[in-house]
Protein backbone atom coordinates (compact mmCIF):
# COMPACT_ATOMS: atom_id res chain seq x y z
CA UNK A 1 0.00 0.00 0.00
CA UNK A 2 1.40 3.55 -1.02
CA UNK A 3 1.90 6.55 1.27
CA UNK A 4 -0.67 8.00 -0.39
CA UNK A 5 -3.26 5.13 0.09
CA UNK A 6 -2.56 5.33 3.69
CA UNK A 7 -3.35 8.96 4.38
CA UNK A 8 -6.17 8.61 2.09
CA UNK A 9 -7.51 5.10 4.23
CA UNK A 10 -6.33 6.16 7.60
CA UNK A 11 -7.50 10.00 7.71
CA UNK A 12 -7.32 12.20 11.15
CA UNK A 13 -11.39 11.76 10.97
CA UNK A 14 -11.38 8.24 10.52
CA UNK A 15 -8.60 7.83 13.33
CA UNK A 16 -10.97 10.25 15.19
CA UNK A 17 -13.79 8.12 15.22
CA UNK A 18 -11.19 4.98 16.47
CA UNK A 19 -9.99 6.71 19.60
CA UNK A 20 -13.77 7.23 20.59
CA UNK A 21 -15.93 4.34 20.48
CA UNK A 22 -19.64 4.80 22.10
CA UNK A 23 -20.86 1.61 24.18
CA UNK A 24 -17.80 0.05 24.65
CA UNK A 25 -18.47 -3.15 27.24
CA UNK A 26 -21.22 -5.68 27.89
CA UNK A 27 -24.63 -5.56 28.66
CA UNK A 28 -25.78 -7.41 32.15
CA UNK A 29 -29.10 -8.74 30.43
CA UNK A 30 -29.00 -8.04 26.58
CA UNK A 31 -32.24 -9.49 24.81
CA UNK A 32 -30.05 -10.56 22.13
CA UNK A 33 -25.92 -10.83 21.95
CA UNK A 34 -24.33 -12.07 18.61
CA UNK A 35 -20.18 -12.20 18.01
CA UNK A 36 -18.74 -11.67 14.64
CA UNK A 37 -15.14 -12.34 13.81
CA UNK A 38 -13.10 -11.55 10.54
CA UNK A 39 -11.36 -14.98 9.29
CA UNK A 40 -9.10 -12.78 6.98
CA UNK A 41 -8.08 -10.48 10.50
CA UNK A 42 -8.89 -12.00 13.77
CA UNK A 43 -10.66 -8.80 14.37
CA UNK A 44 -13.86 -9.58 16.41
CA UNK A 45 -17.03 -7.26 17.87
CA UNK A 46 -19.35 -8.78 19.99
CA UNK A 47 -22.75 -7.20 20.59
CA UNK A 48 -25.10 -6.65 23.14
CA UNK A 49 -28.85 -5.02 22.59
CA UNK A 50 -31.69 -4.58 24.36
CA UNK A 51 -34.80 -4.53 22.09
CA UNK A 52 -38.22 -3.38 23.25
CA UNK A 53 -41.30 -2.29 21.76
CA UNK A 54 -39.56 -2.86 18.99
CA UNK A 55 -36.33 -0.39 18.93
CA UNK A 56 -33.05 -0.87 20.65
CA UNK A 57 -33.15 0.61 23.82
CA UNK A 58 -30.07 -0.53 25.33
CA UNK A 59 -26.41 -1.25 23.56
CA UNK A 60 -22.94 -2.28 24.43
CA UNK A 61 -20.45 -3.70 22.14
CA UNK A 62 -17.00 -5.44 22.67
CA UNK A 63 -14.48 -4.74 20.06
CA UNK A 64 -11.07 -5.72 18.89
CA UNK A 65 -10.32 -4.74 15.78
CA UNK A 66 -8.16 -2.42 14.16
CA UNK A 67 -8.35 0.91 13.44
CA UNK A 68 -11.51 0.74 10.75
CA UNK A 69 -13.29 -1.60 12.48
CA UNK A 70 -13.30 0.77 15.76
CA UNK A 71 -14.27 3.24 13.61
CA UNK A 72 -17.12 1.48 12.33
CA UNK A 73 -18.09 -0.02 15.68
CA UNK A 74 -17.83 3.84 16.54
CA UNK A 75 -20.51 5.16 13.68
CA UNK A 76 -22.57 2.25 14.58
CA UNK A 77 -22.50 3.35 18.42
CA UNK A 78 -23.29 6.79 17.76
CA UNK A 79 -26.49 6.05 16.70
CA UNK A 80 -28.05 2.67 17.50
CA UNK A 81 -30.45 3.61 20.42
CA UNK A 82 -33.83 4.00 19.25
CA UNK A 83 -33.45 2.48 15.76
CA UNK A 84 -35.13 -1.13 14.67
CA UNK A 85 -33.85 -4.31 13.78
CA UNK A 86 -34.96 -3.81 10.20
CA UNK A 87 -32.90 -0.33 10.16
CA UNK A 88 -29.84 -2.05 11.56
CA UNK A 89 -30.03 -4.56 8.97
CA UNK A 90 -30.86 -1.72 6.05
CA UNK A 91 -27.54 0.30 7.42
CA UNK A 92 -25.67 -3.28 7.23
CA UNK A 93 -26.48 -3.88 3.95
CA UNK A 94 -25.97 -0.24 2.84
CA UNK A 95 -22.61 -0.01 3.94
CA UNK A 96 -21.68 -3.33 2.59
CA UNK A 97 -23.01 -2.21 -1.04
CA UNK A 98 -20.89 1.18 -0.17
CA UNK A 99 -17.74 -1.21 0.01
CA UNK A 100 -18.50 -3.45 -2.28
CA UNK A 101 -20.36 -2.14 -5.54
CA UNK A 102 -19.82 1.81 -5.27
CA UNK A 103 -23.16 2.51 -3.70
CA UNK A 104 -23.51 6.17 -1.62
CA UNK A 105 -22.82 5.99 1.75
CA UNK A 106 -25.63 6.01 3.94
CA UNK A 107 -27.85 8.99 5.09
CA UNK A 108 -29.08 10.34 8.15
CA UNK A 109 -27.97 8.48 11.51
CA UNK A 110 -25.46 6.65 10.37
CA UNK A 111 -24.04 9.42 7.29
CA UNK A 112 -20.86 9.40 9.61
CA UNK A 113 -20.03 6.26 7.64
CA UNK A 114 -18.82 8.49 4.92
CA UNK A 115 -15.23 8.23 6.76
CA UNK A 116 -14.89 4.59 5.19
CA UNK A 117 -15.46 4.94 1.57
CA UNK A 118 -11.49 5.27 1.23
CA UNK A 119 -11.65 1.36 2.39
CA UNK A 120 -13.40 0.63 -1.22
CA UNK A 121 -10.39 -0.05 -2.68
CA UNK A 122 -9.20 -2.39 -0.26
CA UNK A 123 -11.94 -5.36 0.12
CA UNK A 124 -9.50 -7.14 2.22
CA UNK A 125 -10.46 -4.71 5.21
CA UNK A 126 -14.41 -4.86 4.27
CA UNK A 127 -15.25 -7.72 6.68
CA UNK A 128 -13.36 -5.69 9.44
CA UNK A 129 -15.12 -3.08 8.60
CA UNK A 130 -18.88 -4.60 8.39
CA UNK A 131 -18.40 -6.75 12.12
CA UNK A 132 -20.33 -4.36 14.46
CA UNK A 133 -22.82 -4.13 11.78
CA UNK A 134 -23.69 -7.88 11.35
CA UNK A 135 -22.93 -8.31 15.27
CA UNK A 136 -25.72 -5.38 15.68
CA UNK A 137 -28.23 -6.84 13.44
CA UNK A 138 -27.58 -10.58 14.74
CA UNK A 139 -27.68 -9.45 18.45
CA UNK A 140 -31.27 -7.40 17.46
CA UNK A 141 -32.65 -10.22 15.59
CA UNK A 142 -32.84 -8.83 12.07
Same mark, same amino acid.
Given at each position: ?????????????? =? +???????? =??? =????????????????????????????????????????????????????????????? =????????????????????????? +??????????????????? +???????????
Amino acid at each position: MADDDMMALYSRRL =L +ALASDIPH =LGR =LAAPTGSATRRSPQCGSTVTADVVVADGVVTGFAQEVRACALGQASAAVLGAAVIGRTPAE =LAAARDAIRAMLTEGAPAPEGVFAE +AEALTPAREFPNRHASILL +AWEAAAAAAGA
